[in-house]
């Protein structure tokens, strides 16, 4: 199997003389058309709803392509309430999945009228606190601890993270909370992450609605919602098959029939805060070989750098990399494809077989439409890039602009030698 970009060598060659390199550039039609199958998957529930993880990929323009198909967003910090409600996302059109939250933010979302989802037990009182009441509807984030496996195999480890109640915690919450007059509960977990599988979802939907079962009888709360959260991964490797959201669907009607609908709960609407699957194939980071290095090893030098995208220097994660009008010659060099950063896990890839690179040629760095710009920072004072959109009928649009030296210098408001650059 092969990874295939999509956009061609002719077509950036022409994107190139208005835009130069590096930037990201998503593709309209694989969002558009993805975002239409998670809605048919889960069609069979009423209330279904796609919160899309605001943090994923941050650009008003290419959640509004979600918005279109009836998306929401899923939100975590001020900006990203403000970048929702700039779009006319407002309301219960907004999940705000926050952890160790500022005060301030809960008044924002709750002035936006977005559903919380409370992180902790004591965040209870905080959030009373800082509201001067309880939301009648509210949602909690739930954390098993332990490992999450599917079929005998670990998945990930939620007992090592910071998020969400213990199930003690969040029998004991639900209680309290309908005492102070919560009508409308929510349960929320996201337990494993970029699971390439299609067990995860029903695997944590059966525990999910199991779980809701229980707490509709211990704690007599009305349960409307259930939140299945993030994790649907992508295959970042080539040979990787990706995910059946026909099928991840299937099985999470399955568990819905055999458990939610006996306990007569068939009316709680299911809603996913999916991130990486929504953009993550959709997006790929162009840049240009600038420099061939031949030292201890053959390097090859960029003009992106982790500040483009952070995952492999942050996890050592594979992106696939194609080298454009080069897609049928031999993979026979052994490269590592670099950036400028003084910082020497600053590569796309190491020892990857790529074919014979020269300065000049483009670099497409794969799936990088979620968890990429938005990773982005300035280290090494290096400026984010610009991100294009292809939109459907095939024209170029430039939806959020390069930084400049300017943007680099506009936080320090009194430096005196900031009026001799003439930005
Ligand atoms: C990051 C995050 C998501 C999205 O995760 P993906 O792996 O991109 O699907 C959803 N919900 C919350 C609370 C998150 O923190």
Known sequence: MSKTP?????????????????????????????????????????????????KATPNPYLIEILRELGCGCDC????????????????EEIMF??????????????????????DDITHIEYLEEALGMIPETLSCRYNPGGVFKVSNSIMDNPGDAKYGFTTEQLFEGFRILKEKGVKNFGIHAFLASNT???EYYPELAKQMFELAVRLKEETGANITFINLSGGIGIPYLPDQEGNDIYEIGNGVREAFEDVLIPAGMGDV?????????????????????????????????????????????????????????KEDQPADRKYD?????????????????????????????????????????????????????????????????????????????????????NF
């Open 6 to 54: 999509f956009v061609t060598k002719e077509k950036i060659e022409e994107i190139v003389k208005t835009y130069p390199t590096p930037f990201h550039i998503y593709d309209e039609k694989g969002i558009r058309d993805n975002m239409k199958a998670l809605k048919e998957a889960f069609s069979w529930n009423k209330g279904f709803k796609e919160y899309f993880a605001v």
């Open 337 to 421: 494809i670099v950036g400028s950063l003084c910082e020497n896990n600053d590569k796309f890839a190491i020892n990857r077989m790529l074919p014979e690179i020269k300065p000049g040629d483009r670099l497409v760095i794969h799936d990088t439409g979620a968890h990429g710009y938005s990773m982005g920072y300035n280290y090494n004072g290096k400026l984010k890039s610009a991100e294009l959109l292809l939109c459907d009928n095939k024209e170029v649009k430039l939806i959020r602009r390069a930084e400049t030296p300017k943007d680099y210098f506009a936080t320090f408001d009194n430096l005196p030698i900031y009026d001799k650059f």
């Open 196 to 198: 390439v599988t299609n």
């Open 97 to 118: 999945s926050s952890n160790e939250t500022p005060a301030s933010e809960y008044q924002y979302a709750q002035k936006l009228g977005a559903i919380i989802n409370l």
């Open 269 to 325: 609407a299911i809603y996913t805060e999916l991130g990486r699957y929504m953009m993550g194939p959709f997006g790929h980071l162009v840049t240009t070989a600038i420099h061939e290095k031949h030292t201890h090893k053959e390097y090859i030098g960029c003009d992106a750098c982790a500040v483009n995208l952070m995952r492999p220097a942050m996890y050592g994660s594979y992106h696939h990399i194609t080298v454009l009008g």
């Open 76 to 91: 975590s910090s001020l900006t990203e309430l403000m970048l929702s409600e700039a779009m006319g996302v407002v309301g």
